[in-house]
């Protein structure tokens, strides 16, 4: 079974400061998702990253995916109260399916 | 991207009764998904519904506690049977606009239940 771990579970900043969630696996995925998810809504994609080593940028998101495949991170810098949300990780496996990530609990205060 | 809606939006159920929760897509799409969300957890896989035959059910879940609808290429039912409380959830319905990889979801606002 493959499994994803993400890190921290919660992490709390006062706005204007950086943050990085990590995202583990002992397995190698064909490519990997960033989502946030706010209350009452489903996840909306952020990114998705397929090559190793990958780098992607959103804005004051950065997006890596590691030379193995089988980690990521994100790192969000000057936080803004809008970005808080949950933040999950999704592995691709075979059937286009999405094997999720704990996720991790972000809030931004002002 | 895709436009996604489920009703109900919410519901507050009693034990042993089942909820049909209903998802509807705007264009046809050849993947549709079904996941749950515990209270303050990830996502669950529960199975992909399948266009014109039964539903790929994923480890831990079977057919007659949630059995699942495709009639067509924009729409979806799932069923919560004899429900209890260890079911309350959100569940959220998927679609990937992709047929090859790396895949693309997107997802519905979700239906909360509630099981007293």
């Known amino acids: 079974t493959q499994l994803l771990e993400q890190s921290p579970q919660f992490l709390s900043i006062q706005e204007g400061e950086n943050l990085t969630v990590y995202c583990n696996s002992s397995s190698v995925f064909s490519s990997l998702q960033w989502y946030r998810q706010e209350p009452g809504e489903g996840p909306v994609l952020l990114v998705t990253?397929?090559?190793?080593?990958e780098v992607k940028k959103l804005k004051r998101l950065t997006f890596q995916f590691g030379d193995a495949r089988k980690d990521s991170s994100l790192h969000i810098t000057a936080a803004q109260p809008g970005d808080t949300g949950l933040y999950l990780c999704a592995g691709a496996r075979a059937g286009n399916k999405l094997t999720f990530g704990g996720g991790t609990r972000v809030l931004v205060k002002p | 991207s895709a436009v996604i809606s489920q009703k109900p939006s919410r519901d507050i159920c009693q034990r042993g009764t089942s909820l049909t929760i209903q998802c509807q897509v705007d264009s046809q799409v050849t993947m549709m998904f079904w996941y749950r969300q515990q209270p303050g957890q990830s996502l669950t896989l529960i199975a992909t519904a399948n266009q014109g035959s039964e539903a790929t059910y994923e480890s831990g879940f079977v057919i007659d506690k949630f059995p699942i609808s495709r009639p067509n290429l924009t729409f979806s039912t799932l069923t919560v049977s004899n429900m209890s409380p260890e079911d309350s959830s959100i569940y959220l319905c998927?679609?990937?606009?992709?047929?090859?990889?790396?895949?693309?979801?997107?997802f519905g606002p979700g239906t909360r239940l509630t099981v007293l």
């Open positions: 990253v397929v090559t190793g080593g």
């Open positions: 998927s679609v990937d606009l992709r047929a090859v990889r790396p895949p693309e979801q997107f």
